[in-house]
């Protein structure tokens, strides 16, 4: 009871000195004190006494519930420590607990989550050994580890496994994993039968299985049979989230039908399905490359009053386009606008708009908006610095210039090889040279 209240409260060092004076006194812990224990300090992340507290109960009857080892682990995976939940299974757990299926389970999406597919098909094949048998979710696990690592054909080899057992049969999570494979390479003809042959046994595709599809035939530019899986989608039952008018309107902005993809978002407002971050950067940068500024502009008021959390990505290609054109003070709205959404501006936004200031000859509002960079600590490189500083000297401002160049090297750490280009060395800087 006493290392219960001491572990609720946070003093695990307290804790772990009772339970040594109870070891020592000869006092037995029940199983069920003995994992409370063990889950609060790996909850709390004390590893080390974890094992200390398991190396003191060796050579005793006391066991852990599969559900406690299970726990454990389990909490070890999510927080990526995958290689100390490995130590702790092999030179630990073991000893006092009797593994099952998503013991191993557990470990193996581990494994494949930090790409260690060896170490993972190591554990497949010895599960046998701990008394376990593969269950569908070890093979999907398997599976989408090794088409992550973009191993398409042992992936598919391994889906052609399970077909041939009699006692497991593979799922939709299982079709969709190699579907989804194959479309990241764009093997869509592979990807396509593998959809065909996924009907024909009877599974029946998700809408993440449309999804994958889908994106996979826009980025190839297969715009046709993107959206004949659209309908087909719709055909089935089966309704369209955020992600596939995402994918359908990123797929018409890369063929340059843009007209489409604007159709396509009017679609979604109308089934009030609200944008995430990706459609409005892919619907943006398509506006954007089309010339189609202003659309652009009313994309990202519409972003203001949504509840997202915008990444600069969002912004930029609006603001270049307005600087290009001349009109610095709308992207300088932007901005505004921009940190206002509690998104932090990139050495990219910075780049455009001190180059957009310098081609409408505003030096000083460059020079501003160089220091305010500086300031909240976005370090700019050798692009930014080069760029700048050729314009200051276009302009006849050597000695700002001289004085950018020293902040980059003395501040920043630049290359000194690839700034030296900007101003020569040699060059006297009460010369005013002319723009």
């Known amino acids: ?97 009797s593994p099952d299926t998503w013991t191993l389970n557990i470990l193996i999406r581990g494994l494949c989550r930090v790409r260690d597919i060896d170490k993972a098909f190591e554990l497949f094949n010895h599960m046998e050994s701990f008394g376990c048998s593969p269950d569908v979710v070890t093979f999907n696990t398997l599976i989408n580890g090794l088409c992550r690592v973009n191993e398409i054909d042992r992936g598919h080899h391994l889906l052609k496994e399970l077909q041939s057992r009699c006692d497991i049969l593979p799922d939709v999570v299982t079709y969709t994993s190699v579907i989804s494979g194959c479309c990241k390479l764009g093997r869509m003809e592979e990807a396509s039968l593998l959809f065909e042959e996924m009907n024909t046994s009877g599974v029946r595709p998700s809408t993440v299985t ?12 297969n715009m046709s049979s993107a959206l004949s899986m659209y309908d087909k989608m719709l055909s089935v039952g089966c309704y369209p989230d955020v992600v596939t ?14 007209k489409q993809g604007l159709e396509l978002w009017q679609l979604m407002s109308a089934r009030n399905i609200s944008p995430n971050a990706y459609t409005f950067s892919i619907l943006i940068n ?46 300088n709205r ?13 050495k990219l936004t910075f780049t455009i708009l001190i180059i957009g200031h310098c081609m409408k000859g505003r030096m000083m509002e460059a020079m501003r908006i160089y220091n305010k960079m500086l ?42 090889s690839c700034l030296n280009r900007a101003i020569p060395a040699t060059m006297n800087t009460d010369i005013v040279v002319a723009v």
């Open 1 to 97: 009871m006493l290392m219960r209240i001491l572990c609720r409260a946070g003093l695990h060092d307290s804790a772990r000195a009772v339970f040594d004076c109870m070891r020592s006194d000869g006092h037995s812990i029940d199983s069920a004190s003995f994992g409370f224990l063990l889950l609060s300090f790996v909850e709390a992340g004390k590893i080390d006494d974890v094992k200390h507290i398991i190396a003191k109960v060796q050579g005793s009857e006391i066991k852990m519930s599969s559900q406690i080892c299970n726990t454990m682990l389990n909490l070890l995976v999510n927080r990526n420590q995958v290689h100390q939940a490995m130590s702790l299974f092999e030179e630990h757990l073991l000893l006092h607990a």
């Open 210 to 221: 449309f999804n994958v599809l889908i994106d996979g035939f826009g980025k190839v530019g």
């Open 245 to 258: 008018f995402t994918s359908l309107i990123d797929g018409h902005c890369r063929a340059g039908q843009v």
């Open 286 to 331: 398509g506006l954007c490359k089309d010339n189609r500024l202003n659309d652009a502009r009313e994309c990202l008021r519409r972003l203001r009053w949504t509840n997202i959390v915008p990444k600069p990505f969002i912004y930029n290609p609006v603001m270049d386009g307005f600087c290009k054109a001349g009109n610095v003070d709308e992207a």
């Open 334 to 346: 932007i901005l505004v606008e921009m940190e206002e959404k509690g998104c932090r501006p990139d």
């Open 375 to 416: 300031s909240v600590g976005c370090a700019p490189d050798s692009i930014t610095v080069n760029s700048f500083v050729s314009c200051l000297l276009k302009a006849g401002m050597a000695n700002e210039a001289l004085h950018i160049r020293r902040t980059a090297l003395e501040g920043l750490n630049l290359g000194l």
